[in-house]
């Protein structure tokens, strides 16, 4: 029996999420705001993170091209009680994490950039 896309997907977004302890939830959503695959706690709406990481993406590209930033690599919110941070899947999905307000950036980044290339590959 064959592992379906989705699967391999939210697989990947669990294995993301347990190297990295200060990532309290993962999803990949396209571009249309639509939930792909996600690794969310029970308490978050894949449907709303999905919307509102469609349209941080969106006015992401949007200013990075308007004011002369190039392409669009990542977005990153800061709250008091922690980080969402979306980066994009090629043209069509984004991947979107948050993560603990005592998370070290550092290593997140370079975590979601290797999800990114793994995630990619199976989009």
């Given at each position: 029996?064959?592992?379906s896309?989705?699967?391999?997907?939210?697989?990947?977004?669990?294995?993301?999420?347990?190297?990295?302890?200060?990532?309290?939830?993962s999803?990949?959503?396209?571009?249309?705001?639509?939930?792909?695959?996600?690794?969310?706690?029970?308490?978050?709406?894949?449907?709303?993170?999905?919307?509102?990481?469609?349209?941080?993406?969106?006015?992401?590209?949007?200013?990075?091209?308007?004011?002369?930033?190039?392409?669009l690599?990542?977005?990153y919110?800061?709250?008091?009680?922690?980080?969402?941070?979306?980066?994009?899947?090629g043209?069509?999905?984004?991947?979107?994490?948050?993560?603990?307000?005592?998370?070290?950036?550092?290593?997140?980044?370079?975590?979601?950039?290797?999800?990114?290339?793994?995630?990619?590959?199976?989009?």
């Amino acid at each position: 029996m064959t592992t379906s896309r989705t699967q391999k997907l939210v697989d990947r977004l669990r294995d993301f999420q347990a190297s990295s302890p200060d990532i309290e939830g993962s999803a990949v959503v396209s571009v249309d705001g639509l939930p792909i695959a996600s690794a969310l706690s029970q308490n978050i709406e894949e449907d709303r993170v999905s919307a509102m990481s469609a349209a941080m993406l969106s006015l992401g590209e949007r200013i990075a091209s308007e004011l002369g930033r190039g392409k669009l690599d990542q977005v990153y919110i800061k709250g008091k009680n922690g980080y969402v941070m979306l980066m994009a899947l090629g043209d069509e999905a984004v991947l979107t994490i948050m993560a603990r307000k005592e998370a070290k950036l550092g290593l997140i980044l370079l975590d979601m950039r290797r999800a990114v290339e793994d995630l990619t590959k199976l989009i």
